[in-house]
């Protein structure tokens, strides 16, 4: 059974009046009270600024990275930047040994860089039974705390901490770390040993203690690690342990029991407790990490791109517009309405998924309104071929969407397909402008099936059912075209 077209209509009404409160902006909301968290654009490095960083695996000597161990190191920055809330990062590999981030929106780019530098080697030591300090930077078996370029005070013997947290198996928790990067010799102290390495960990999460009620940090071990570190804690009872990142100590706790897979370090304040599971989580690196190059994409560019992009879609839509209202005229003006309808849900839509849009990204929409038009026009060309063989123009209409259909269907799906096949390719050589293109364009090419095909459709049937336009010159076609008998038959 047909739906009735005024009832489709109401459905295409509802869609596009929902797509339009999404994409208003707040400074047309707000004037009328209507406040709230609202959905915003995500907008890509070229477009709001930001910061690019490029990190440089530097392994151990006698050591090399492998693609694996590349690809790992990725995932954990990429799930660190992930928790911090940092907005719409992009992580991904360059060479053999290099790592890309991109991070739109910084408005601190040297607290984004020390945020990176945390993520390099985790490690926990033996400290000899001393409590070092957090911020203490150490030697360990792994090497030097040049290796990793990061400086602080030298490790001080017999030093005690602020506070001592304790290890026991099942207890969780955390402390802060110190960040700054000031260039110091390296500490002349001891060297320390290394039990495991963020590598041999499996899992970290805030918890809380069944007995306490207090909030920890538990960890689990990978099972290769679990004997070597059982062996430890069983020996070391009474004994601190810490936790180094970049051969910084971020926590030292004192080991309860003897600890195999699962252990907790509990007596740190709660606030700490996510930022030391996240570090133990994320700083699970398998290669030490260093800044070669950084780099601020400043706002300006960014709104200069926004402004000639805009002003290149307006001019484009425009020209459009006039071609199809002069060729096609009443067609093409309701194939226009279609267009604005289509221009608003695929905007939505970018918000709501969300899509981080690029000036690539934008490119690919823009190709697509180009394709949504190219489905009109072969809708209306059939349109016009019914109408010159003398058929009447509610016929006309009908004959021109369903031999059109099949055209329009096997070409967007071909371009569809080729969007999935950009996308893994992009997403596989770590190529983001080339995913932002695809993503954009399958969006685009899916919705416009849905208004050149429905919208138009449902604009036209419902012109016709109110009485308007029979004439066939309201739809591009001379009188002087279409034979006599044609002329005569009338609707």
Same mark, same amino acid.
């Given at each position: ?55 440089? &695996?530097? $392994?151990? %000597?006698?050591?090399?990275? !492998?693609?694996? @161990?590349?690809? #790992? /190191? +990725? ?79 030298? &490790?001080? $013997?017999? %030093?005690?901490?602020?506070? !001592?947290?304790? @290890?026991?198996? #099942? /207890? +969780? ?79 030292? &706790? ?238």
């Amino acid at each position: 059974m047909r739906i009735k077209p005024g009832h489709t209509l109401i459905l295409i009404l509802l869609l596009t009046l929902a797509a339009v409160w999404v994409d208003l902006p707040d400074q047309v909301l707000d004037p009328f009270g209507w406040k709230g968290d609202r959905i915003a654009v995500h907008e890509g490095l070229d477009l709001q600024g930001g910061l690019q960083v490029i990190l440089e &695996a530097r $392994p151990p %000597a006698g050591q090399t990275v !492998s693609r694996d @161990a590349l690809l #790992g /190191t +990725r995932d954990t920055i990429e799930r660190r930047i992930n928790a911090l809330g940092v907005s719409e990062p992009l992580i991904q590999t360059r060479g053999d040994d290099q790592i890309v981030v991109e991070l739109p929106g910084i408005k601190d780019p040297e607290a984004a860089v020390n945020i990176l530098k945390e993520t390099a080697l985790l490690e926990i030591i033996n400290p000899n039974g001393q409590y070092l300090p957090v911020g203490t930077v150490v030697n360990t078996t792994l090497g030097p705390a040049e290796s990793v370029g990061t400086g602080s005070p030298a &490790a001080t $013997p017999g %030093a005690t901490p602020n506070a !001592s947290p304790e @290890a026991t198996p #099942g /207890t +969780r928790g955390s402390t802060g770390s110190d960040t700054s990067d000031q260039a110091t010799p390296e500490p002349a102290g001891p060297v320390y040993e290394t039990i495991v390495t963020g590598a041999d960990l499996k899992d970290a999460y805030p918890t809380t203690d069944p007995n306490t009620g207090v909030l920890v940090v538990g960890f689990e071990l990978k099972p290769e690690a679990a004997q070597k570190f059982f062996d430890f804690t069983s020996s070391h009872i009474g004994e601190p342990m810490s936790i180094v990142v970049d051969k910084r100590v971020i926590s030292t &706790a004192t080991i309860n029991d003897a600890i195999r897979d699962t252990g907790v370090i509990q007596g740190m304040p709660a606030k700490e407790v996510n930022a030391l599971a996240l570090q133990l989580k994320s700083g699970a690196l398998a290669v030490p990490l260093e800044v070669v190059q950084s780099r601020t994409v400043g706002p300006t560019l960014g709104q200069d791109s926004i402004e000639k992009s805009i002003v290149a879609g307006v001019v484009g839509l425009g020209l459009v517009a006039l071609f199809m209202i002069l060729f096609y005229r009443v067609p093409g003006v309701l194939s226009v309405i279609a267009l604005l309808i289509y221009t608003a849900l695929v905007f939505a839509l970018f918000k709501l998924i969300p899509v981080v849009l690029t000036l690539a990204g934008i490119a690919g929409f823009i190709l697509s309104i180009g394709m949504a038009v190219d489905a009109n026009v072969l809708i209306f060309s059939r349109m016009k071929e019914e109408l010159r063989l003398g058929h009447p123009v509610r016929r006309a209409i009908e004959a021109g969407f369903d031999h059109a259909w099949p055209s329009i269907r096997d070409s967007n799906i071909s371009t569809m397909i080729t969007c999935v096949i950009l996308y893994w390719f992009g997403r596989y050589t770590g190529a983001s402008i080339i995913q932002g293109f695809a993503l954009t364009l399958f969006i685009g090419v899916a919705i416009s099936m849905f208004t050149a095909i429905t919208v138009t459709r449902t604009l036209l049937r419902i012109m016709l059912t109110r009485g308007f336009f029979h004439n066939e010159w309201w739809f591009g076609v001379e009188a002087a075209a279409i034979p006599p008998a044609g002329r005569a038959t009338g609707r």
